[in-house]
C-alpha cells in the first residue's frame, strides 16, 4: 500500500504547486494591475484619504473639498456650478476625472513629482497634508461677464462659446460653453445617483458634456477672410490694393453673392474696405487669385491642422484637448484647385472649421504684433502649504505673420469695428477691432454667429482677444450679437466692470 | 466522534510514561519548542496588527497569543502523555495556522470597531473571540480523542455506524429545506437562530473510516479480479457498485447542495482510498472519468435546463471571465471573485504588513476568503509560507500512513491527510481563480467550529496514528503487551502478511 500512498503525497505535492504558481500569477505578475483596477475600491478610498487640491482663479475656489466622516473622507464640492464646469471638468468616484481637474490630476492628487518633497517630509512627520492647489488664469469678472452675456443673449441661442485671451502672454481670460452642466451631482459619493446624472446629460441632444470653447469645430464664416487677408498681405498686397469685388462672382459651379446689395457693388474695392465691409466676392476672387496652397498656408501658419494643442499647463504640457481646425481640401479628385471650392472656402464657409479658441488666436495675434503665444490656462501651482511652486512662463507657439502685416491687419479689423459690421463691438475707452462672422452650416438652419477681436487701452497694450460663437442664431445679422457679447467680455476682462 | 470508551488495560499506577523505553526518541521536546517559536510568530503577528491599527503596541498585546498558546500547550501535554510517539510537527503546524486564524479575525474585529467608533471588543468579543472560545472547545475535543482512543484500530470496529453516520451527515442539508440549511447559495448548513453546524465537516472523518474498514475488507477483490483492456486492468462490473454509489452520492452533493468544492472532495477522498488500497490505477483513472464527466455534463445541463444544475453553471462561467463586467455586477456572479483577487494583487510579494491593509473589503473575509483577506496583508511570501505548514501537515500525516504497520490506520492516515490537503486545494484553487470557486472552509483558518472542531479530530486522529507508526516494534503499547499472536481481525493485520 505504500507505493500508491506515496504517490497520492506526490499528487499533493503537485495540486500544492499548481496553487503555489497561481498565487505567483495573481500576487506578483498581476499584481500592478489589481492593485490598480477599476473594481478595486482601495485605489478609490486612498484617492479620498487625504484632500484633493482645490482649483481657483482670482482668489476664488472653484473646486473644494468638503468632509464627510464616511469612508470616502472628501467630497468634490464645485461652488460655482455651470459656470466653469467646462474647464473644471469634474472627479467623479471610481472613474477617470475630465477637463482641468483630469490634466492636473497628478498635482491634484498629490502624487506628482513636483510634490516629491511634500510627500517626503509626510513620510517623517506622518499627516498628510494632501495635494496641491491649482491656480488658474481665469480671470472671474471677465468669466462670470462671459457666462451671463452668452446666457442672456437677446436671439435666445441655446448652444455657443466663448473664449478671452490675454493676447501678449496667452492667458486664458474667460472660456465658457453653452449649455454647460452642473459637475456637483456627478462626484456624489453614491456611485449610481452619479451614473444616473451622467446619463441624463449624455443623453442631452444640445451636448452639455463638451466644451464647444475648444471642442466644436464650426464654419467660421466671414471671420475666415482676415486669414485670407493676412495671406494677400503677405504676398504683396497693401490695405489700399483695389481688388476686384462687384455684387455677383460666379467661379466653377459656385456663385458668390454679397449679404446686402449695398456691399462692395462695384467693380473694385480696396482691401481694407473689404474686411470693413466684409465683402464676398472681393474675398472670393482674393482667395482665388492667391491660389488654394497659399490660403491654406497661412491658415495652417494661425493654427489650422494643428492636432496636438494642448490648453492648460506649460510646463507639462497636459490640459484640455483642442480640436484641430480645418480648411479642408480645396481639391477635385484628380488633385487640382477646386476653384468653386476655394471661392467658398476664403468665406470661411464649405468645408472650413474652426473652434472658438482658434478664432480668438487669430485676433490675438493680430493683436501681439503677429506673435501667436501659446494659450494656458494654468497659472500657478501652489503646494498643500501653498508656496508657489510653478508660475507660468509665457511661451511663443509661433509667428504666423510680421509685425508689418500684423500692423496692417490691425488698421483693417479696427475699421471693421469702427467703420463697418462689427460696430456693436465697440467698448468706450478702447480700441476695438475685430471681424464677424455668419455661416451658413446645414440647409435650412439659421446661421452660427461669430466675432473674433481685440481691444486695446489707452496707453496701447492689448488687454483682450476675443471669439465668441453662437450656434443657429435665428433673426438675421446672426453677428451683431456675437459682437455685442464679444466688447462686453473684453471690457469685464480688461478690469472694467461686468455689465 | 461517539465511539464509547474503551477499556484502556492501562498500567494505572505507573503513569504513561513508562511505556517509553530508554533510548527512544519521543521527539516531545521539539514538539514543545516548536509550539512556543509558532506562539511567538502569533504574538508578533498581534502586535504588528496593533502597531498598524493603533499605531502604538500596548501592553495587552500579547494576551491573545499568550491565550491561544496557553490551549496547545495544553493539548501538547495531553499529547505527551497519550501519544508520546507522535509526530512532533503536527501540533506546532497546525497551532500556527490556528494561530494566526484567531489573529487575523482579531485584527477584523479591531477594524471594524475603529470604523464604526465602537469600543474595542473584549479577547473573547467578536468573530476573534468566538473563534479562541472554538478553539478551546476543539482542542477539548482532539484531547478527549486521544484519551478515549488509544488505539486507532479500535475505530474500525464501528465501521459501518460511523459509514451511515457519514452519509446522514452529508444528506441532512440536502432535505433540509433551503431556509434552513441554505447560506449563500450553498446548502451545506443547519442553522437554528444564530447558531449553524456544516455537518459535512464531520463526515469526512467518519466516511474516511467506513471507507477505509471497507476496502480493506474487500481490497483483494477490488484488485485481484480484472479484466485487461488498453494495457490498464479495469475491474469487473459487479465490483463497481460502491465506486458508482460513492459517486452518486457525490453528484447528488453537487446538484441538490449545489457544491462542487464538497463533491469533489468526497469523491477524491474515496477514490484516492481505492486505489492506495487496491494499487490499481484503473480506480484512479475510472474515478477522474466518472467525475470530470459527470461535471462537465452538469455544466451543459445548467446551461441548457438550468434547474438544480443552474448555480454550478453559473459558478464555472463566473470563473472563466470573473472581471467581465455583467459577471461582476449580477446577484452572486464575481464580485467576492474579483475582490479576493485584486487583494490579492494588492498585497503582491510582501504584503502591506498585518493590520495595514483594507481586507474588510473582500466579501466572506472570515469565512471562505479568509485568505485572500490574508495574503492582502502577508503577501506571498506570508501565504507561501501557510501553504507550506499546509503543505508539512499533509506530508507528516501521509509519513504516518507509510509507517503505521497496519493497513487500516494505513489508509485512515492516507485518507484524511489527502482529505485535508484536497480541501485546502479545492478553497484556495477556488479564491486564487484556479478552480471554479465553492463553498469550502479554509482548515484551521476560516471562522467556525464545525470546521475547526473536526478538523482538530482529524489531526488528533494522525496523531494517533502517528504515534502508533513512531512507536518501536518492540514497544510496550497495551496492545502489543505479551506474547505475539496472528492478528484477529483481518483489518488489524500488517500489510506485508497481507500481499502475497
Redesign the interface.
Known amino acids: ?6 504517490r ?2 506526490v ?3 503537485v ?2 504547486g ?3 504558481a ?3 500569477w ?3 505578475y ?6 490598480t ?1 477599476e ?4 485605489v478609490m ?1 486612498a484617492e479620498y484619504e487625504t484632500p484633493r487640491g482645490v482649483i481657483e482663479a482670482g482668489g476664488k475656489a472653484l473646486a473644494q473639498n468638503k468632509e464627510t466622516g464616511d ?1 470616502l473622507k472628501y467630497l468634490r464640492v464645485y461652488p460655482e456650478g455651470k459656470m466653469y464646469a467646462p474647464v473644471l471638468g469634474y472627479k467623479p468616484v471610481g472613474l477617470g476625472a475630465t477637463g482641468i481637474e483630469a490634466s492636473e490630476n497628478d498635482f491634484l492628487s498629490g502624487a506628482s513629482d513636483k510634490l516629491f518633497a511634500d510627500r517626503l517630509s509626510n513620510m517623517f512627520t506622518g499627516d498628510n497634508a494632501g495635494g496641491g492647489n491649482v491656480v488658474l488664469s481665469v480671470n472671474p469678472k471677465a468669466q462670470e461677464a462671459a457666462w451671463k452675456q452668452m446666457n442672456n443673449n437677446q436671439r435666445n441661442v441655446s448652444r455657443g462659446a466663448a473664449v478671452a485671451i490675454d493676447p501678449s502672454t496667452g492667458a486664458i481670460q474667460a472660456m465658457v460653453s453653452m449649455p454647460s452642466f452642473d459637475p456637483n451631482p456627478l462626484v456624489d459619493h453614491d456611485m449610481e445617483a452619479a451614473q444616473k446624472a451622467y446619463k441624463a446629460l449624455d443623453a442631452d441632444e444640445d451636448d452639455p458634456l463638451i466644451n464647444r470653447a475648444v471642442g466644436a469645430t464650426l464654419p467660421p464664416g466671414s471671420v475666415f477672410k482676415v486669414i485670407v487677408a493676412a495671406s494677400a498681405l503677405q504676398n504683396g498686397y497693401k490695405t489700399s490694393t483695389e481688388i476686384e469685388a462687384g455684387s455677383v462672382y460666379r467661379e466653377g459651379g459656385a456663385t458668390i453673392r454679397n449679404s446686402e446689395d449695398e456691399v462692395c457693388p462695384g467693380s473694385q474695392v480696396t482691401l481694407k474696405e473689404a474686411l470693413t465691409e466684409s465683402c464676398n466676392t472681393g474675398f472670393s476672387r482674393l482667395g482665388v487669385a492667391l491660389g488654394a496652397d497659399k490660403v491654406k498656408e497661412s491658415a495652417k501658419a494661425f493654427g489650422f491642422e494643428d492636432e496636438a494643442l494642448k490648453v492648460g499647463d506649460l510646463d507639462s504640457g497636459t490640459g484640455l484637448t483642442v480640436a484641430a481646425s480645418r480648411t479642408g481640401a480645396i481639391a477635385n479628385p484628380d488633385g487640382t484647385t477646386d476653384t468653386a471650392a476655394l471661392a467658398q472656402s476664403s468665406l470661411g464657409q464649405r468645408d472650413v472649421r474652426m473652434t472658438p479658441l482658434q478664432g480668438a488666436m487669430i485676433a490675438a495675434t493680430v493683436a501681439n504684433g503677429g506673435r501667436q503665444m501659446r494659450p494656458y490656462l494654468v497659472q500657478k501651482l501652489l503646494g498643500p502649504d501653498r508656496r508657489t511652486i510653478y508660475t507660468a512662463e509665457p511661451d511663443e507657439l509661433r509667428e504666423p505673420i510680421s509685425s508689418g502685416v500684423a500692423d496692417d491687419l490691425r488698421d483693417m479689423m479696427v475699421s471693421v469695428v469702427e467703420n463697418g459690421t462689427g460696430k456693436r463691438a465697440k467698448i468706450d475707452g478702447f480700441t476695438v477691432g475685430g471681424k464677424t462672422g455668419t455661416a451658413q452650416n446645414a440647409e435650412g438652419a439659421n446661421p452660427h454667429g461669430w466675432f473674433i477681436g481685440f481691444a486695446f487701452d489707452d496707453s496701447g497694450k492689448a488687454v483682450s482677444a476675443i471669439c465668441v460663437m453662437l450656434e443657429n442664431v435665428p433673426g438675421g445679422h446672426a453677428s451683431a450679437e456675437a459682437a455685442r457679447i464679444a466688447g462686453l467680455i473684453m471690457k469685464a476682462a480688461a478690469g472694467r466692470g461686468g455689465d | 466522534m461517539t465511539a464509547p470508551a474503551v477499556p484502556a488495560p492501562t498500567p494505572a499506577n505507573t503513569g504513561e510514561m513508562s511505556r517509553i523505553p530508554t533510548g527512544w526518541k519521543t521527539r516531545r521536546n521539539a514538539e514543545l519548542g516548536l509550539l512556543i517559536f509558532a506562539m511567538l510568530i502569533v504574538a508578533v503577528f498581534g502586535a504588528t496588527v496593533e502597531a498598524n491599527q493603533f499605531d502604538e503596541i500596548r501592553m495587552t498585546s500579547w494576551i491573545p497569543a499568550a491565550l491561544v498558546g496557553i490551549l496547545f500547550l495544553g493539548l501538547h501535554i495531553v499529547v505527551r502523555y497519550t501519544a508520546p510517539f507522535a509526530d512532533p510537527v503536527l501540533l506546532p503546524a497546525v497551532a500556527l495556522i490556528n494561530g494566526i486564524g484567531v489573529g487575523f479575525l482579531r485584527r477584523l474585529d479591531l477594524a471594524r470597531a475603529i ?1 464604526q467608533k465602537q469600543p474595542e471588543p473584549g479577547i473573547f468579543a467578536g468573530t476573534g473571540g468566538r473563534q479562541l472560545a472554538w478553539t478551546l472547545a476543539s482542542l477539548i475535543l482532539a484531547a478527549v480523542l486521544l484519551l478515549v482512543i488509544r488505539d486507532h484500530k479500535i475505530v474500525s470496529r464501528y465501521a459501518y455506524t460511523l459509514g451511515l453516520v457519514g452519509i446522514v451527515l452529508v444528506m441532512i442539508p440536502a432535505v433540509l429545506p433551503s431556509s434552513i440549511s441554505e447560506v449563500n447559495g450553498a446548502k451545506l448548513w443547519i442553522r437554528f437562530g444564530s447558531f449553524s453546524i456544516q455537518p459535512g465537516e464531520f463526515a469526512k472523518i467518519a466516511l474516511v473510516s467506513f471507507f477505509a474498514y471497507y476496502l480493506v475488507r474487500k481490497r483483494e477483490v477490488l484488485s485481484l479480479a480484472s479484466r485487461r483492456f488498453l494495457g490498464v486492468d479495469f475491474p469487473r462490473g459487479r465490483d463497481l457498485g460502491p465506486v458508482v454509489t460513492v459517486w452518486l452520492l457525490s453528484l447528488l452533493v453537487l446538484v441538490f447542495e449545489k457544491d462542487l468544492g464538497t463533491a469533489l472532495l468526497y469523491f477524491g477522498l474515496f477514490v ?1 482510498t481505492l ?3 487496491t ?1 490499481r490505477a484503473s480506480w484512479l483513472i475510472i474515478g477522474l472519468v466518472l467525475f470530470f464527466g459527470g461535471v462537465y455534463v452538469a455544466y451543459l445541463l445548467g446551461a441548457s435546463v438550468g434547474g438544480p444544475f443552474a448555480n454550478f453553471y453559473d459558478r464555472a462561467e463566473v470563473w472563466l471571465d470573473p ?1 467581465e463586467l455583467e459577471n ?1 455586477e449580477r446577484v452572486g456572479g464575481s464580485y467576492q471573485l ?2 479576493g ?2 487583494g ?6 510582501f504584503g502591506s504588513g498585518p493590520g495595514a491593509g ?1 481586507p474588510g ?1 473582500v466579501p466572506e473575509v472570515r469565512t471562505d476568503f479568509i485568505f485572500a483577506g490574508l ?1 492582502e496583508e502577508i ?2 511570501f506570508g ?2 509560507a501557510i ?1 507550506v505548514l ?2 508539512l501537515i ?2 507528516r500525516g ?1 509519513r504516518a ?2 509507517a503505521v504497520r497496519d ?1 487500516f490506520g ?2 485512515v492516515a ?1 485518507g484524511l ?2 482529505t485535508l ?2 480541501q ?2 479545492v478553497i ?2 477556488g479564491i ?3 478552480i471554479p470557486l465553492t463553498g469550502q472552509t479554509t482548515p484551521f483558518l476560516s471562522a467556525g467550529g464545525s470546521s475547526l472542531m473536526a478538523n482538530w479530530l482529524l489531526i488528533a486522529m494522525l496523531l494517533r496514528i502517528s504515534d502508533a507508526a513512531r512507536q518501536p516494534a518492540t514497544g510496550a503499547g497495551p496492545e502489543r503487551a505479551g506474547p505475539k499472536k496472528a492478528p484477529t481481525q483481518l483489518h488489524g493485520a500488517m ?1 506485508e502478511v497481507i500481499k502475497p
Not at chain 1, 498581476?30 to 492593485?35: N, S
Not at chain 2, 490579492?344 to 510579494?349: E, I, K, Q
Open positions: 500500500m505504500n507505493a500508491p500512498l506515496r497520492a503525497g499528487v499533493v505535492l495540486l500544492f499548481l496553487i503555489f497561481n498565487l505567483n495573481v500576487q506578483v498581476r499584481a500592478d494591475d489589481y492593485r483596477h473594481f478595486n475600491r482601495r478610498v469612508e | 470604523a484516492v486505489y492506495v488500497a494499487e472581471f461582476y474579483v475582490q483577487l485584486l490579492l494583487g494588492t498585497g503582491g510579494l483594507s473589503l495574503g503577501g506571498l501565504l507561501s501553504l499546509y503543505l499533509v506530508e501521509m500512513g507509510l493497513s494505513k489508509l492516507g491527510a489527502f490537503g484536497l485546502v486545494f484556495l484553487g486564487t481563480g484556479l500489510t
